[in-house]
């Protein structure tokens, strides 16, 4: 079988690897050296690493495009930003991650862009907004409302405008969605997330399929010293050989937990685009492989009694980030700079590798309190 037949999971397992000869290397090693003997093909890692070109050739192919690595995801985000020129209309959701919308913002403030939100899960509202937009920044499913966009509608309404379209594909993981087959330009993640899935470092990617906008970003991450560290993209890649598994234990888990979560006394609402009655559940069907393992409740009783229930549990670790193998929790508003319109009661929800049985048995206890 040649290697174009193989499926995604194999793929994960084998690309960016070195060279297969006697005695070489199975996994690229980890240089940890800044500076490289002229005339090679680096002199300086700031410009890149073989470390990093390894995960860049695994990355790439994922979502269809090249990728360029940065030091973490806003970095990549940022440099993404940059790419605008000055004074650009930009696109947002109106649920973003908290950094990239917090970014926004103050770009908007200081005249660096002109920022204008939107409700992503609202196709004709967002079509309308991009009369003479430069930029539409997408994230789907939103966090942490869950929201579901349709990409590929906007992406056409994007472009008939001539504005460049951004999609943070960070919950749902390039095995779960493919903006670029939906008409994305550009694909964000959070690689600290899903794609290396052990909360253990930071890193982020941009991907495209444009040659001229991967030689931009790498520009972009040089100037803007954002590579990052070979120890890094050694633990990235290493990760990434596991995230189709990952993926489909959690997924198979969340859909479970959301499924027991719907009519329990404490919880008000489950946000989850796996049930049937979930406003994007027809929409994430569509243009996803699956709902994700990403989950959002809304617990009876306020902030304080979402605060309680989070610091109750004693399987699910009460942290912030996702992706990860551990089941993670939190409530969002505990930040400041968190979206006002989400709700106070609000846990969200990263499930990870565990039983679901345990997962259950925690977070049903802790609710009960």
């Not at 650009?88 to 908290?98: C, G, N, P, Q």
Request: net charge negative; aromatic share 4%; glycine share 10%.
């Amino acid at each position: 079988m040649s290697e174009d037949a193989w499926s995604v999971e194999t793929h994960l397992v084998h690309d960016g690897r070195p060279a297969p000869e006697p005695g070489a290397p199975l996994n690229e090693p980890i240089q940890l050296s800044s500076t490289y003997y002229a005339g090679g093909d680096t002199e300086y890692a700031r410009d890149g690493t073989r470390s990093m070109w390894a995960l860049e050739a695994a990355l790439g192919p994922l979502e269809g495009g090249g990728a360029v690595t940065f030091s973490s995801g806003m970095a990549a985000a940022n440099a993404i930003l940059d790419l605008l020129p000055a004074q650009a209309s930009v696109v947002a959701a109106r649920f973003t991650y908290t950094g990239v919308a917090v970014r926004l913002q103050e770009l908007d403030a200081v005249g660096r862009l002109r920022l204008r939100t939107v409700d992503i899960a609202d196709t004709a509202e967002v079509i309308a907004a991009c009369a003479g937009a430069d930029a539409v920044w997408i994230e789907s499913p939103t966090n942490p409302m869950l929201e579901i966009a349709d990409i590929r509608a906007i992406a056409d309404a994007a472009h008939a405008a001539g504005a460049l379209v951004v999609c943070d594909n960070t919950f749902a993981t390039p095995l779960g969605q493919r903006p670029i087959d939906l008409g994305a330009d550009i694909v964000l993640h959070s690689a600290t997330k899903a794609i290396g899935g052990h909360s253990d470092c930071l890193l982020g990617v941009a991907i495209t399929a444009d040659d001229g906008r991967i030689e931009a970003l790498r520009l972009r991450r040089t100037l803007l010293g954002a590579t990052p560290g070979s120890l890094e993209c050694y633990l990235v890649l290493r990760g990434l050989r596991t995230l189709g598994l990952r993926h489909a234990r959690s997924q198979a888990s969340a859909q479970e937990i959301a499924t027991k979560l719907v009519g329990h006394p404490q919880v008000e609402r489950v946000r989850y685009p796996g049930l049937a009655d979930d406003p994007g559940h027809d929409r994430a069907q569509a243009q996803m492989t699956g709902p994700g393992s990403m989950i959002s409740i809304e617990v009876r009783g306020g902030a304080d009694a979402a605060q309680a229930v989070a610091e109750r549990t004693r399987l699910w670790v009460h942290a912030t980030s996702l992706g990860g193998v551990e089941s993670l929790l939190e409530r969002r508003r505990r930040w400041a700079r968190e979206n006002p319109l989400v709700p106070e009661s609000l846990l969200r929800l990263s499930v990870g590798i565990e039983d679901p049985a345990d997962l259950w048995a925690d977070l049903d206890r802790a609710l009960r309190g």
